[in-house]
Nanobody, 121 residues
């Protein structure tokens, strides 16, 4: 069982940066793929980035080169560094975990409650 709690969202101007954090509980954290997803009003939840237990990273094209996902297995933390933010990055961001990775939200078993990111244009 894994419980996830996100933090770090807020209001930022376009071109600015934010760092999201996700704190996890569970004894086998390092064995999980960790993902970030986001959902804007009226839109479906979309994949942002994911990282394997040993640090393999995969990004959505829309954020590649601007966002960086990382993890600290000892602290059971996952981070999403977001730079060069755009208005269209505005959404609720969710941390998620599963054992198989991937970019499909339905494959993820555990979810946080989400944190709001608002980018003003």
């Amino acid at each position: 069982q894994v419980q996830l709690v996100e933090s770090g969202g807020g209001l930022v101007q376009a071109g600015g940066s934010l760092r999201l954090s996700c704190a996890a509980t569970g004894r086998t954290f390092s064995g999980y793929f960790m993902g970030w997803f986001r959902q804007a009003p009226g839109n479906e939840r979309e994949f942002v980035a994911r990282i394997s237990g040993v640090g393999g990273r995969y990004y959505a094209d829309s954020v590649k080169g601007r966002f960086t996902i990382s993890r600290d297995n000892a602290k059971k933390m996952v981070y999403l560094q977001m730079d060069s933010l755009k208005h269209e990055d505005t959404a609720v961001y969710y941390c998620a975990a599963n054992l198989g990775g991937g970019a499909y939200s339905g494959n993820y078993d555990y979810w946080g409650q989400g944190t709001q990111v608002t980018v003003s244009s």
